[in-house]
């Protein structure tokens, strides 16, 4: 037999049932591991879920995996920003993830700031501000709707606010400030002018030296409703490729400037970055139509994942070798990417009252696995006693629908889902008082 690698990927959403479903689909891959994962990881060919450990009990992961020399991919930022990639590395294992110091891109948006100032990377007039009269001063020098105000710390994509009064900014502004909002992780605040234009989100694979920009750039949908209204998510949509009319050939060339300047910054700053880079853009009116980085994540974005990654898979790219590759600090760059004719749009199956107060255990119909041109990325499952699929998170389900130009792809997605809510007596996949966006 071949030598075909055991990996294990930690999180337990839908861009980590990408990940692994991606690596599986490459060939190289005899296992992948899941710790505490969802339904469909429980049910995915050469996946297996260890219901065991949960993703977030560091100490077991690291000795599943040493035990078994697992190539270890983290999903999410949490893990990635509490050392579990450093102690993974202790034990000799190759791993997907920059470490927490190269983490700090996303951990502080402060330390992000003076990053982008000091290596000329483009992004919006910023003001840090680490004391209530700083931000005090600020205020009383602009108009609410002028600026935009972040929370230095991790929030779980909560912490940025666009206010239009001035009092509501001062509120705001007082609770981060106080601890009241967030949990302390705005006790620095980082103000920013407010850009408007298209926004669109980047991915940058790297090894800490050579990268590689995944030619998909996708869009995300982060509210609740139809019309982008409603309650902010963490994203309940997404699709890629975006269309000229968002990034053009210009504005592509600036933003591979973006990504050369990111990775080479922090080998300059003794942080090379090894893993995914999130670049989340705005193509700004006030600056020519000019990307500007918005925020920067450690890790893939979800939903992007989900559609950027089967993508690449279709366009050739062999998704293990790739991460593998950048983990082990010879990055293999895809030379030949079939980019044309592909698009994959996603779209979110989320749980009555997803953000607040999200209603769980609904048993999940017309789960049929012959569609074509559909991959179901569960997000927030589990299997039942009965064995049955319930929902255990308020993002539930993602859908993928792919073909050859998104409305081909939305309309594939939407055919899977019980859009007319029959029920379970539909054939299409659903689950009681289920929300999804009719208009991604
Ligand atoms: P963030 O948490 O930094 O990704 O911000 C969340 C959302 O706030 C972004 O997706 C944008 O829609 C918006 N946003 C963030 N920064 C700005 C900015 N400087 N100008 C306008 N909108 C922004
Ligand atoms: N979809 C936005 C994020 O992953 O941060």
Redesign the pocket.
């Given at each position: 037999m071949s030598e075909q690698a055991l990996t294990g990927v930690v999180g337990t959403g839908g861009r980590e049932l990408e990940i692994g479903r991606a690596l599986a689909a490459s060939g190289d891959v005899d296992i992948v591991y899941f710790f505490g994962g969802n339904a469909g990881m429980d049910e995915m060919p050469r996946g297996m879920n260890i219901p065991d450990i949960s993703s977030s009990n560091y100490g077991a992961i690291v000795d599943f995996a040493a035990e078994r020399d697992l190539f270890v991919v983290l999903g999410p930022e949490q893990p990635i920003v509490d050392g579990l990639g450093e102690r993974l590395r202790e034990r000799g294992l190759s791993v997907f993830a920059p470490s927490p110091e190269a983490g700090r891109l996303e951990s502080s948006?402060a330390w992000a700031v003076e990053f982008m100032r000091q290596h000329g990377i483009p992004h919006?007039a910023s003001f840090i501000a680490r004391s209530a009269v700083n931000a005090a001063d600020y205020m009383r020098s602009k108009r609410a709707a002028e600026y935009?105000i972040?929370a230095d710390g991790l929030?779980g994509?909560k912490?940025?606010f666009?206010e239009d009064s001035d009092e509501e900014a001062e509120q705001i502004v007082y609770g981060l400030m106080s601890g009241d909002l967030l949990k302390g992780a705005g006790k620095t605040i980082v103000f920013?002018?407010?850009?408007?234009g298209p926004?669109a989100s980047a991915f940058v694979i790297s090894d800490g030296e050579n990268w590689f920009l995944i030619p998909y750039i996708s869009q995300d949908h982060?509210r609740l409703e139809d019309g982008d209204t409603g309650a902010m998510t963490g994203g309940v949509g997404a699709y890629a490729p975006v269309p000229e009319t968002v990034v053009n050939a210009r504005q592509l060339e600036k933003i591979k400037d973006i990504a050369a300047k990111t990775i080479e910054g922090m080998q300059v700053e003794g942080k090379p970055y090894v893993g995914a880079l999130y670049l989340?853009l705005?193509m700004a009116e006030e600056y020519d139509g000019d990307p500007?980085v918005?925020?920067y994540n450690v890790r893939f974005g979800d939903p992007e994942a989900e559609v950027v990654l089967p993508l690449l898979e279709r366009s050739g790219v062999n998704i293990y070798n790739l991460l593998r590759s950048a983990s082990d600090g010879e990055l293999d760059v895809p030379t030949h990417v079939r980019a044309a004719g592909q698009a994959a749009l996603t779209v979110c199956l989320s749980a009555n009252g997803y953000p607040e107060a999200p209603v769980i255990g609904e048993e999940v119909y017309g789960l049929r696995q012959d569609r074509r041109d559909v991959i179901v990325h569960h997000a927030g499952t589990k299997l039942n006693a009965d064995g049955r699929v319930v929902t255990s998170g308020g993002r539930s389900l993602f859908i993928t629908g792919f073909g050859e130009t998104p409305d081909e792809a939305a309309a594939r997605a939407y055919a899977a889902i019980d859009f007319h809510r029959l029920g379970p007596d539909s054939d299409r996949i659903g689950f009681k008082d289920m929300q999804f966006r009719r208009d991604i």
């Open positions: 948006k919006p935009v972040k929030a994509g912490g940025a666009l920013q002018e407010r850009l408007h926004e982060k989340g705005m500007m918005i925020e």
